[in-house]
């Protein structure tokens, strides 16, 4: 077999088979199949689609292309959450301190931003000694010790994703349901967990626009886990609009640690509530949903997230102090307004276009190997259907260099849909949920 066969027949509508998927992934895991041809074959694969057997076989060699973790020497459910990434998505950080305290385990696998979209690699980064390559080993101990762990793909755990998630990122080859299944499904089959909620996004700023592929996409991997024998949810949510106010490294921790306090805003809290309530009914620790949301608030109220939190960045080699005192995280030299050029009601907002900005400002990568800037961020002022007033600001930029601060606040600022009445109908944040 040669890889540039495959990609020809890719490029020409054919379907591949099961063997010769395997053949690509376990050559490109083990460097035989260069950056180039694997490129080309995503490219031909983004343009022309997978069939049912080739997502499911793609799935599977991406699976074991590692190891898959055996967590039966830690006691009780192992659960855990992924989302299809949006702006201002991080719940993550959230979720797993909850869960966590609330006597499930969570070992998580994640990822670093992707396209317009953030990584919970890269936010947990932000925070001084945070480890997020732990080897196996170092992974299950802290596991046992404090029920959360948050590492990214290793060598040993989904290295095919780790592979291929940097170079999808380098070469627009993301919004792909096939590809963006095999990704996910491939690094979460391989924790070792008994059931999955999945965060599927929708809107102007997912890889999803319409809610239409977003359920096809949450169909297709809830399909996925359940025939791996695993409980699965998907909850279709908004993604129309930023989740909670802050978008960019160190401000999304801060934002975290707001709602960990009992604060925080009231999307991104409800949003939490909710799929840490998920989690808590698939792991079989509550009865119900609504159980779930209760125990959810009381384990914030009584401060054990927070302690939890910082349990789980001690042990991961991280500066616990960040949790008391957040001014110990990045901070970005300067900041400026981005304001309203007419008086009215925001109807809609370009929520990629957003975190494009952000990313031009050092907050993502254009290349692999581009280093990120954790200080710069973006703090929303406004929501769909609020009012603004000429000049008013839209959104505040904090930023370390002005080199492409014009280009960005001109994202910014075109990025808002501005008209003389809010839109009649307010979206839900939990549009739709499949599975269970
Ligand atoms: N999250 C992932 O882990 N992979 C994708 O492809 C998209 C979102």
């Known amino acids: ?17 099961s063997e010769e998927i395997h053949f690509l992934i376990s050559g490109y895991t083990r460097a035989e199949i260069p950056d180039y041809q694997m490129a080309a074959w995503l490219m031909a694969t983004w343009i022309r689609g997978m069939g049912r057997a080739e997502r499911a076989a793609l799935t599977e060699a991406m699976l ?16 855990d959450k992924h989302s299809t990434g949006g702006v201002g998505d991080k719940t993550s950080l959230i979720l797993a301190p909850i869960v966590a305290a609330g006597g499930l385990t969570v070992p998580m696998i994640s990822g670093r931003g992707l396209g317009h979209t ?30 959360m762990g948050l590492i990214g793909q290793t060598t040993e755990i989904a290295p095919a994703d780790k592979k291929i998630y940097a ?52 169909e297709v991997m809830v399909e996925t886990g359940e025939r791996m024998g695993k409980k699965m949810v998907a909850l279709i949510t908004d993604m129309n609009q930023p989740l909670g106010r802050m978008a960019g490294h160190a401000n999304e921790v801060i934002e975290c640690i707001d709602v960990l306090n009992g604060g925080g805003p009231a999307d991104l ?22 159980e779930g949301r209760k125990l959810s608030a009381e384990i914030i109220a009584t401060g054990k997230a927070r302690e939890k939190f910082k349990q789980g960045i001690r042990l991961q080699g991280g500066d616990e102090r960040v949790v008391e005192n957040p001014a110990l995280l990045p901070k970005a030299t300067s900041h400026v307004d981005v304001t ?97």
């Open 269 to 290: 809290r409800e949003l939490s509530l909710e799929l840490s309530a998920w989690m808590f009914y698939l792991g079989e620790r509550t009865k119900s949903v609504d």
């Open 340 to 436: 309203s050029s007419a008086a009215g009601f925001i109807t809609a907002i370009d929520c990629e276009a957003l975190g494009k900005a952000l990313a031009t400002l050092g907050g993502g990568r254009e290349k692999k190997e581009d280093s990120i800037d954790h200080a710069v961020g973006l703090e929303f002022h406004k929501r769909i259907g609020d009012r603004v007033e000429k000049e008013g600001s839209l959104a505040t930029i904090h930023y370390n260099s002005g080199t492409k601060l014009a280009e960005a606040k001109a994202r910014i600022a075109g990025s808002y849909q501005i008209g003389e009445a809010a839109p009649r109908e307010k979206l839900p944040l939990i549009r739709r949920i499949l599975g269970a």
């Open 64 to 79: 074991h292309s590692g190891q898959i973790l055996d967590l039966s020497s830690i006691p009780g459910r192992k659960v």
């Open 118 to 147: 953030g990584g919970t690699l890269d936010k947990l980064e932000c925070i001084p000694g945070f480890n997020v390559n732990l080897n196996l080993e170092e992974f299950i101990r802290v596991l046992r010790e404090c029920g």
């Open 1 to 17: 077999m040669r890889a540039l066969d495959l990609i020809r027949k890719k490029r020409d509508s054919a379907e591949l088979s």
């Open 167 to 218: 170079l999808r990122d380098a070469t627009s080859t993301v919004e792909n349901i096939g590809l963006i299944c095999a990704s996910i499904m491939s690094k979460k089959l391989a924790e070792g967990i008994d059931a999955l909620v999945l965060d599927v996004k929708t809107g102007s700023g997912a890889f999803m626009k319409s809610e239409e592929d977003s359920v096809r996409l949450a």
